[in-house]
């Protein structure tokens, strides 16, 4: 059975800290590995990964993928308040074609304090 | 460009009632997708969509059925709601080219007492 793993399901730092969020997978028919942040309302996409040990970032945020070690971490430097969100990792799993579905984690709620 | 948009926002239904959630997006994606996500649980695929006039069960299919009968729509209706139904429902498309990465919708939140 496909499944994505995340953790710690929940983290709590003060404002400057850098956090690392953890994904690990277990997917037959591997095609890409999505990071996104949903803030109360719809999921907003951050990154996608589909080559192994190459880093995505933006600005603050970066991420990379081990496809031998079947694992993911997003990085959060320097944590601001706005940076308070569940982060989701999906994983996208082809079923033929072009088509792929995505299998979501359970998500890791970030609260970042003052 | 709206993106994905949801209707209603918020909805509460009595065990045993039907209703429609409509999803509308005005990107021309071929590819429609609806996940539930209920709290704990991450976000699980209901049914999808390769395009118009095409549907497909996701992982929780059960208590769901889905029309697509235009490209643009994608619709998610429950024949008779249950408690267990109670959940936040949320609505996803892409391009057919855009491997993997899905733009998500408001989301429907509904309660079945």
């Known amino acids: 059975e496909d499944k994505v793993v995340q953790s710690p399901l929940s983290l709590v730092v003060h404002e400057g800290d850098t956090v690392t969020l953890n994904c690990s997978y277990e997917v037959t028919n591997f095609r890409s590995l999505l990071w996104y942040k949903q803030e109360k309302k719809a999921p907003t996409f951050l990154f996608m990964l589909?080559?192994?040990?190459i880093e995505k970032k933006s600005g603050r945020l970066s991420s990379i993928l081990d496809k031998k070690e079947l694992f993911s971490i997003l990085n959060i430097t320097a944590t601001q308040t706005g940076d308070s969100a569940v982060y989701l990792c999906?994983?996208?799993?082809?079923?033929?074609?072009?088509?792929?579905?995505?299998?979501f984690g359970k998500g890791t709620k970030l609260s970042v304090k003052p | 460009n709206a993106g994905v948009t949801q209707t209603p926002k918020f909805r509460v239904l009595k065990t045993g009632q039907s209703m429609t959630l409509l999803c509308a997006q005005d990107?021309?994606?071929?590819?429609m997708y609806w996940y539930r996500q209920d709290p704990g649980m991450g976000l699980r695929l209901i049914h999808y969509s390769v395009g118009e006039g095409t549907t497909a069960k996701g992982e929780v299919p059960d208590g769901y059925n889905v029309s697509r009968l235009k490209k643009q729509n994608f619709l998610l209706g429950l024949e008779s709601a249950a408690p267990s139904q109670t959940s936040v429902y949320f609505c996803a498309s892409r391009r057919t080219s855009d491997v993997g990465r899905q733009y998500f919708g408001p989301g429907t939140r509904l309660t079945v007492t």
């Open positions: 990107m021309n994606h071929e590819y």
């Open positions: 999906a994983v996208e799993a082809v079923y033929g074609g072009s088509q792929g579905n995505l299998i």
């Open positions: 589909t080559s192994s040990g």
